[in-house]
């Protein structure tokens, strides 16, 4: 009964930033490591940051290195994602998944299972 729902996504300027976030229920997001995936139109699904279980050691795709930051709140079993400096190329929708093991180390998506339903982020003048 593990679910994941997103929210947070919507239309935000070039420049401008949003927070996304990532609701968990059935499972402790604590002790699993939590990615953050992409999609766009036409383009295939791309890994953009991963959280690890307990002291939550973090990683980002270098396209969103300096801009992006991912952050967990145990007490609302929730991840989170600040998006800074949005560029129109980072229009998509945004999933969340839980890792297959305790400490997923990577973002390959077969690595992870549990997907959410996904928020559309549009960045555009």
């Known amino acids: 009964q593990v679910q994941l729902v997103e929210s947070g996504g919507g239309l935000v300027k070039p420049g401008g930033s949003l927070r996304l976030s990532c609701a968990a229920s059935?499972?402790?997001?604590?002790?699993?490591?939590i990615g953050w995936f992409r999609q766009a139109p036409g383009k295939e699904r791309e890994g953009v940051s991963y959280?690890?279980?307990?002291?939550?050691?973090?990683y980002y795709a270098d396209f969103v290195k300096g801009r992006f930051a991912i952050s967990r709140d145990n007490a609302k079993n929730t991840v989170y994602l600040q998006m800074n400096s949005l560029e129109r190329e980072d229009t998509a929708v945004y999933y969340c998944?839980?890792?297959?093991?305790?400490?997923?180390?990577?973002?390959?998506?077969?690595?992870?299972?549990?997907w959410g339903q996904g928020t559309q982020v549009t960045v555009s003048a």
């Open positions: 059935g499972v402790r997001l604590g002790y699993l490591t």
């Open positions: 998944a839980l890792g297959k093991i305790e400490a997923t180390t990577s973002l390959l998506e077969y690595e992870y299972d549990s």
């Open positions: 959280i690890g279980p307990g002291d939550g050691t973090t």
